[in-house]
C-alpha cells in the first residue's frame, strides 16, 4: 500500500467538544506511596476509545472480527469500539453528529452527506469493483438485452450506486430514466418483489446480488464492467483526520492487510461474513472475488470519478444543489 505520509503530523489539541463526542477518556491511578520524607503522589495514565462505523458486509467487519486493529493501536494507547450501522447513509449520518469518526460505505452515501454540509472527509478507498453490482432479471424472463428493459418496471434503491449504474447503462442504451418504470425498494423489498414478478428486472450490489444469482437464478442483463468504477469509500470525520494522522494511517493501513488477507483466503474471509450477513460461504465467496481488494489514498482520478457521479445525481434532482467532491478533501491529499 502507498503511504498516507501526505496527512499532516500536526498535533493539534483537542477541542472539549471534540473529546466528548470522539474520543471517551479513562483514567487510573497508581496507588499513592507515601514516605515520611516525601509527599503523597498519584500518576494518572490515560487511554482513548476510537469509535468505528461498520455494517454487516464489507471489510470492516472483516478486520473487527481478525482483532488486529486492536493490536496495531495498542501500543499508542488507543482502544477501538465498534458501532455497527444498517446502511452507508446512517453511518454517515453517525460520523455527521459524532457518535463514530471513521467509517466505510459505497459512492453514493458521501456525496449526500456533503449535499447536507456533513464535516466528512475521504481518506481513501479501494479499487473500483464494477462486476459487484448489476441489472438482474428472473431466470426465466424472456428479456436479454438493456435495451429491452423499456416501458419495463426496475426496482432499485433510490441514491444508491446502482441508481447510477442504471443511469449509465441506459445512456449507453440510447435510454433514460424516464424510458422505463423505476420502483424504489431497498434490497429485502425489491428482492420480495422480484421474486414474485412484480418487477420486471432488479439493480443490486453484493452480496444481495450474488445472493440472488445463487439462490433463485437470477440471470446477469449487464454488471457494471466498462459502465461504472463501484468504489468503496473510507471516510473520516475531518477534525479527527487533521489531528490523528497517526491513528488514522494506522486504520488505513490495517485495512489494506486485511483485504490482501481477504484476497489470499476468500474462504476464510467468507467464514468471518456469514453469521453476521446470514448468507453461505458459497456466496460470500463470490462477493469477496468480485471486491476491489486493497487500500489506497485517494487520487485526483477518483475524485474526478466521484464528481461525475455527484453531477448526475444533481441531474436527476437527487441532491438539492451541486456539490464539489475536492470539498471533502484534506487539502494536502493528491
Known amino acids: 500500500m502507498r503511504s498516507l ?15 466528548s463526542v470522539v ?27 476510537l469509535n468505528i462505523g461498520f455494517q454487516k458486509y464489507g471489510t470492516l467487519p472483516v478486520l473487527k472480527a481478525r482483532g488486529t486493529l486492536e493490536q496495531a493501536l495498542k501500543s499508542e494507547g488507543v482502544n477501538v ?11 454517515l449520518e453517525g460520523l455527521n453528529v459524532g457518535s463514530v469518526v471513521f467509517g466505510e460505505t459505497g459512492e453514493a452515501p458521501p456525496i449526500f452527506a456533503q449535499a447536507a454540509d456533513a464535516k466528512l472527509v475521504y481518506v481513501a478507498n479501494q479499487p ?31 441514491g444508491s450506486n446502482v441508481h447510477y449504474l442504471l443511469l449509465k447503462a441506459l445512456e449507453k442504451n440510447d435510454l433514460k430514466l424516464s424510458d422505463i418504470q423505476p420502483i424504489y425498494l431497498p434490497p429485502a423489498d425489491a428482492r420480495a418483489a422480484f421474486e414474485k414478478g412484480s418487477v420486471d428486472a432488479w439493480v443490486i450490489w453484493d452480496p444481495f446480488f450474488a445472493a440472488a444469482e445463487q439462490q433463485i437464478g437470477a440471470k446477469v442483463l449487464a454488471d457494471g464492467e466498462d459502465t461504472v468504477n463501484n ?32 484476497t489470499q483466503h ?4 467468507a467464514k468471518l461474513l456469514e453469521k453476521p450477513t446470514g448468507l453461505s460461504i458459497p456466496i460470500l465467496e463470490i462477493s469477496i472475488k468480485r471486491m476491489g481488494l486493497g487500500v489506497t489514498p485517494i487520487s485526483q482520478k477518483v475524485i474526478t470519478e466521484q464528481q461525475q457521479v455527484a453531477d448526475a445525481f444533481y441531474q436527476q434532482k437527487l441532491i438539492p444543489h451541486p456539490i464539489k467532491v475536492q470539498d471533502a478533501i484534506l487539502d494536502n491529499t493528491h
Not at 266 to 269: C, F, S, Y
Request: hydrophobic content about 40%; proline content about 5%.
Open 231 to 262: 468504489y468503496q469509500f473510507y471516510l473520516a470525520d475531518r477534525e479527527f483526520a487533521q489531528t490523528q494522522p497517526k491513528v488514522l494511517q494506522t486504520i488505513i493501513n490495517e485495512l489494506d492487510k486485511s483485504t490482501q488477507w481477504a
Open 23 to 49: 474520543m471517551a477518556m479513562s483514567a487510573c491511578s497508581k496507588s499513592e506511596q507515601a514516605t515520611t520524607a516525601q509527599q503523597d503522589q498519584s500518576t494518572t495514565k490515560t487511554a482513548t476509545t
Open 128 to 158: 473500483a469493483a464494477p462486476k459487484a453490482e448489476a441489472i438482474i432479471v428472473p431466470k426465466d424472463s424472456t428479456i436479454k438485452t438493456v435495451a429491452e428493459l423499456k416501458g419495463k418496471r426496475v426496482a432499485l434503491n433510490k
Open 5 to 19: 505520509s501526505t496527512f499532516s503530523s500536526k498535533k493539534i489539541t483537542l477541542t472539549a467538544s471534540l473529546l
Open 266 to 269: 476468500p474462504t476464510e474471509a
Open 81 to 91: 469500539r465498534w458501532v455497527e450501522f444498517p446502511a452507508g447513509p446512517q453511518l
